[in-house]
């Protein structure tokens, strides 16, 4: 009976060691399920928060457009930043060139940058790519915004220092060619976001959510 017993030690251990085998996959498929899970959350709130200021100034956007009206391009700046993912950088607009929060504007615009390439992999199908699209064109619009701004300062200061008029100084500086850049991160962004609207992308990511 001793012998017996012996000899079904090493079984028992072997199913010991299965069953812990077991056991941990489950495990790590479970933390692994929870990982995706928490980063799609992460990426999707962010997302969600973008298109929700968007929404929000629709209106001021497009009067601003329709009467080719830039000169308060900052309050634009303003309001696209006036969330607590962005507000950080909210004021770097106030003084483009010499702002602290320079090198605080730039690594945001990098994040933002990551956050479009990760709800692309998180993600599938067509909303993947359609919300990346638009996280991007936001990420652009700011820089846009962002470097129309410094070209205001620069040609202010220059109608200070020559005196000229302002569509001297305007032509001076290519004022119009950067207006159309300008024009073009507006319009993006605006066809980006009709997409997400038209194709109800919202639903779709939470349901990704949910399944996963």
């Not at 000899?7 to 299965?18: E, K």
């Not at 995706?36 to 969600?48: G, Q, W």
């Not at 390439?117 to 359609?130: D, H, M």
């Amino acid at each position: 009976m001793l012998e017996i017993l012996k000899s079904c030690i090493p079984i028992v251990s072997i199913f010991i060691a299965i069953a812990a085998l077991i056991l941990s996959y489950q495990q790590a498929k479970l933390s692994n399920k929870q990982h995706l899970f928490d980063k799609r959350v992460e990426n999707y709130l962010i997302a969600m928060g973008l298109m929700q200021l968007y929404r929000k100034n629709l209106t001021i956007f497009e009067w601003s457009r329709k009467n080719a009206s830039y000169a308060a391009v900052d309050f634009i700046f303003k309001l696209l930043t006036n969330n607590t993912y962005l507000e950080q950088i909210s004021s770097v607009i106030d003084d483009p060139l010499k702002s602290p929060h320079h090198k605080e504007f730039l690594i945001k615009l990098e994040n933002i940058k990551d956050v479009s390439t990760k709800i692309e992999l998180l993600f599938s199908g067509k909303a993947s790519v359609l919300l990346g699209n638009f996280v991007l064109n936001y990420q652009e619009m700011l820089l846009a915004i962002y470097q129309y701004q410094i070209l205001l300062v620069d040609m202010r200061k220059a109608s200070l220092d020559t005196k000229l008029t302002i569509e001297e100084t305007k032509k001076q500086f290519h004022e119009e060619q950067r207006r159309a850049e300008l024009d073009v991160a507006f319009d993006n962004l605006k066809e980006a976001y009709n997409l997400l609207s038209k194709e109800n992308i919202e639903g779709c990511i939470k349901k990704q959510i949910k399944l996963s």
